[in-house]
Structure formats: C-alpha cells, structure tokens
C-alpha cells in the first residue's frame, strides 16, 4: 500500500435522523488513505450506509438530522462543500440502485455524467459502451433501466460511477444482489482501478474476497469503529467479530477452530495457504 496520506478524514463524527433518539454514528474517528484498497464491515445496523454518506456530503447537506464533527475530503471541510463539487472527487453506489437510475436506457445512464462534464457525445458514448462491457451487461444498452432485473441495475449503477473514474470510489453493498461471478467481475475491477491510483472503499459481507484484495479491513458496529488493520491482523480478533455477529472468511474461522493442534501466529487468508499450514502442521506429529 502506498505511503499513508489521508483523502477522507471523519473527526468525532455524530449523526442521528429526525426520527430517531439514538446516535447512529457515534464519535467516528477513521482516516482513508489515498490509494489504499479498504473494506468496511458489520452488521445490517451498524451504520455503515450512514457512514458512506458522509463522504459525499449527503450528510449534512441532504440527509436531514443533527450532525457535529468534522469530514474532509481532500482537505476540504464536507459542511462547506457542496454535493455536486465532491462528486467528482468520491462516487458512491448504493444497495437501492432505483434512486441512482434516472435515464431513459441503460447506455444514456452510463453516458450521463461524462456528458454533464462536457465530455463529447461520440467519446463519452464509446466510453461507456466499453465500462458496460467490463461490467458485463453490453447486451442491456438500449434497455431501459426500469425493466432490468435488481442486480442489473445495480450493474448499470456500478457501471455509471466506474465510467467516472472518481479518485474515490464507494460501493455500499452494490454487489449484494449479483451472482457469484459478477461478484468476483466488480472485485477485479475495484482492483484494476485501485492499481492505476483510485482509492476503493468496499462495504460488503463478501469476507473470503475482502480477505484477498483489501489492504485494511475496517470493523463497524453501533455507530463507531471497533478495529481497524491488515486482513491477518484483524481476523485475529475472532471474538470481537463473533459478538457482533458478523463472520469470519471460512478458511480462517475452520483453522482457528482446530485450535492448539494446528497453532499459529499467522491466519490462512486462503485454501491454498490453509492447505499448507495443515501440511506443516500434521508433519510435526
């Protein structure tokens, strides 16, 4: 991972909606740094599409509640950033693809926001024909985004926002409704962008992928960040994932529960490298 250099920076952040009593965010202190690959994880409630709306100043701007602390993005203070000008710098796709899907064809939503930057219409047209093709869904150009199937669209929303090439990239579970091997397309791609520059913030409970391609994994529960670290160093904390319920990759959980027998400072991150520490490890005995 390249030097630590903070491009979003979230100080003592509160936040709670109109309607409710109770803090959703609670004193968040987190730095993401630029060029880094992170994933965010937790339960349902935790907070985490809350989060990821600070850092595009949807909150406080938008998303209506009482908000203190301080969000930088680049430097720059949220609260005196309008949406429109962060766009460019962090794009965010949400689960609900229905609020980002606002053109008549799928091949027009992906072609908006190039335009709207003044892009020509030819350029920006073959640019997204070639993101729709990344993305896997070439063949749903003409169609119109309300007759797509909800992984489809979550596609398409996905595509929308690559075509971009924010400096920030942000998927709030957008791949929770897409098959396996779409899942593992938008993961190489989050790679491929990552690799050219682009910081990737992925929030999802795909753990066994986020074990292989995350520089850090971020903790989050109740509103705050429980632990922060490399894959290996986090998924040592076992018992704090078991008790706010979110999972560990298999391969590592299957090898901590085999527990003295098969000791060791160093978590498997993969079949391949579990399959050798058992091999070591059955030849001492």
């Not at 909606?17 to 004193?27: C, K």
């Not at 093709?133 to 169609?143: F, V, Y």
């Amino acid at each position: 991972m390249p030097a630590q250099e903070a491009v979003i920076t979230l100080e003592e952040v509160y936040y709670k909606y109109p309607t409710s009593q109770d803090w959703v965010l609670r004193g968040v202190n987190l730095e993401i740094y630029r060029g880094e690959f992170l994933g965010l994880v937790g339960t349902t409630s935790a907070g985490k599409t809350t989060l990821c709306q600070c850092f595009n100043g949807l909150i406080p701007h938008y998303t209506l509640g009482t908000f203190s602390g301080r969000v930088l993005v680049e430097g720059k203070d949220t609260s005196e950033s309008d949406v429109a000008s962060l766009s460019g710098t962090v794009g965010v796709v949400f689960q609900d693809a229905d609020a980002q899907l606002v053109m008549s064809s799928v091949l027009e939503e992906v072609m908006l926001g190039l335009t709207m930057r003044g892009m020509p219409g030819r350029q920006a047209r073959d640019k997204a024909r070639h993101m729709l093709e990344k993305i896997g869904i070439p063949h749903l150009a003409e169609r119109p985004p309300y007759a797509l199937s909800g992984g489809q669209k979550q596609r398409a929303a996905i595509a929308a926002v690559m075509v971009m090439r924010p400096k920030i990239l942000v998927l709030d579970e957008a791949t929770s409704e897409l098959d396996s091997l779409t899942v593992h397309r938008i993961f190489d791609l989050c790679q491929e962008l990552n690799e050219q520059g682009e910081t990737i913030v992925l929030v999802t409970h795909e753990m066994e992928l986020l074990s292989q391609y995350a520089d850090r994994i971020v903790l989050f529960d109740a509103g705050q960040v429980l632990l922060q670290g490399p894959p290996r160093q986090v998924f040592q904390q076992a018992e704090t994932f078991q008790r706010v319920g979110v999972r560990l990759p298999q391969v590592t959980e299957l090898v901590q529960s085999l527990g003295p027998r098969l000791a060791t400072e160093t978590l498997p991150l993969s079949v391949a490298e579990a399959q050798q520490l058992i091999e070591g490890g059955s030849g001492d005995h």
